[in-house]
């Protein structure tokens, strides 16, 4: 047997109900938000993740899906949307038609990390992206969507972390100060962290280590480092969500290791998932479209993680199957006819009826309406026929009720549609 490939998994047709509600619901609530649907492909030339989320990241360095194709140019499997959409941005110069676009997508995406629980290696995020005027409300409401989404899907046990990461003006002397502070932890950082101190020193801070968490527990503060233009804009953003009544918690260890990401940083945590508590993280990127060849052009963005969020409301809402409305049972191929033909035109009409396209008793019929939760069997033999009726049977109360066979498809219409 040829299984699938490690990390990689089956969503099933018992989940996929769970995945649209969550799909539906993100959408509706996006679009409500002014933002719109971008679909981008799912693989791109290496140099625009390379280039775009940086050399010196863990994506980058190890986890990325990159081989030459037949004719020998790098292509890479899209660990992450944003650079998708921020080339798109670009290349169709969408900058050009009108000042703020507000952009969201969902999709798969492909990192070669450790498989376990929570993390994948083909999975899903839903992704949105506000290339506007840098203005800190973007950044409120860009969590603020997020936060309602959350809450739309019953998710509780969630926490809103954010931080300020400075901008070119203010960051290097930020960085300057870390890495002062860093230049005496040599014996207790590790390998990783020895190379990030030299390269990107931010990186130190969210290390998952225990040793290094431990050695940066004193580090420098990047907030006491912000120019007044980010401590402004920093507090506009808090300021707006309190007044949204979201609540947050300010994180000095949310960092963004490249230089384009500016300003806000955040993160939704949850409680429910163990070590992989992260559902959704984003940022302000003021400097990534013009490194991508575009425009100075503001943006902020956030990925949320699908199968992640998947988990946890799976724990809060079980009832998303859909059992057909009703169970044919037939007997005899006279019957079977019948109601092959109702069943056939009762799902044209928008009701889901099953039967059984082969002869079974009416007791193993019947099995099988239980099986599939039907609430209602139709049973339909030759002394039915005869009469010139068909017996619908209500499975919870046992109630019968003959239907004539004249109209049966319009009344069994109107008595599922009912409910
Ligand atoms: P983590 O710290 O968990 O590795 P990350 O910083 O790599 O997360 P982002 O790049 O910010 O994650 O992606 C946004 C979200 O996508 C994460 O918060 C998480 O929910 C989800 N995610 C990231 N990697 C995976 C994965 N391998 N499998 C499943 N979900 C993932
Ligand atoms: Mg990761």
């Known amino acids: 047997m040829i299984q699938l490939i490690r990390g990689f998994k089956d969503i099933l047709p018992e989940e996929t109900p769970l995945w649209r509600h969550i799909e539906r619901t993100a959408t509706a609530l996006f679009e ?37 194709d037949r004719k020998g140019d790098l292509i890479t499997l899209r660990p992450e949307a944003t650079a998708s959409i921020v080339r798109s941005f670009v290349q169709h110069k969408l900058y050009a038609q009108k000042p703020v676009h507000k952009l969201y997508t969902i999709g798969p995406m492909f990192r070669r990390e450790r498989p376990q629980k929570g993390r994948y290696r083909q999975f899903y995020q839903i992704d949105a992206e506000i ?12 969590i603020f969507m997020l936060v309602t989404l959350l809450e739309r899907l019953s998710v509780t046990d969630t926490s809103a972390h954010i931080n300020s990461l400075g901008c070119p003006a203010c960051r290097p002397d930020f960085k300057a100060g870390l890495q002062a502070f860093l230049a005496d932890k040599g014996q207790v950082l ?33 907030l006491d480092y912000l120019c007044d233009d980010c401590r402004n804009h920093f ?21 963004r290791g490249l230089d384009y990401y500016t300003r806000t940083a955040f993160e939704i945590q949850t409680g429910a998932l163990g070590a992989q508590s992260a559902v959704a993280g984003g940022g302000r990127y003021d400097g990534l479209v013009r490194a991508l060849g575009g425009p100075d052009q503001p943006a902020s ?11 946890i409301v799976a724990m809060v809402q079980n009832d998303l199957q859909r059992p057909p409305a009703l169970f044919v049972a037939a007997l005899g191929e006279a019957c079977r006819a019948a109601a092959f033909d109702w069943v056939c035109r009762l799902a044209v009409a928008g009701v889901n009826a099953e039967m059984s396209t082969t002869e079974r008793s009416l007791k193993s ?43 049966i498809v319009e009344t069994l219409q109107t008595i599922l549609m009912a409910k």
């Open 190 to 222: 590790c390998e990783d962290c020895l190379r990030r101190r030299e390269n990107n020193p931010l990186r130190v801070l969210d290390c998952k280590v225990p040793a290094c968490r431990d050695a940066v527990a004193d580090a420098p503060d990047l």
């Open 32 to 68: 409500d938000f002014g933002f719109r649907e971008i679909r981008v492909p799912i693989m791109e030339k290496t140099d625009l993740f390379a280039r775009s989320i940086g050399e010196e990241t863990d994506i980058v360095e190890k986890e990325m899906y990159t081989f030459p």
């Open 365 to 407: 019929q019947m099995k099988q309406a239980h099986r599939l939760g039907a609430p209602r069997v139709l049973i339909f033999g030759d002394d039915e026929m005869a009469r010139g009726e068909a017996m619908l049977r209500d499975m919870a109360t046992k109630e019968q009720q003959a239907l004539p066979l004249e109209g």
């Open 301 to 311: 963005g956030f990925a949320i993680g699908f199968d992640r969020l998947a988990e």
């Open 235 to 255: 507090d506009t953003v808090q300021r707006a969500l309190a007044d949204l009544g979201v609540p947050f918690e300010v994180d000095k260890r949310l960092v």
């Open 131 to 142: 290339f506007g005027d840098g203005s800190p409300y973007e950044d409120a409401q860009l």
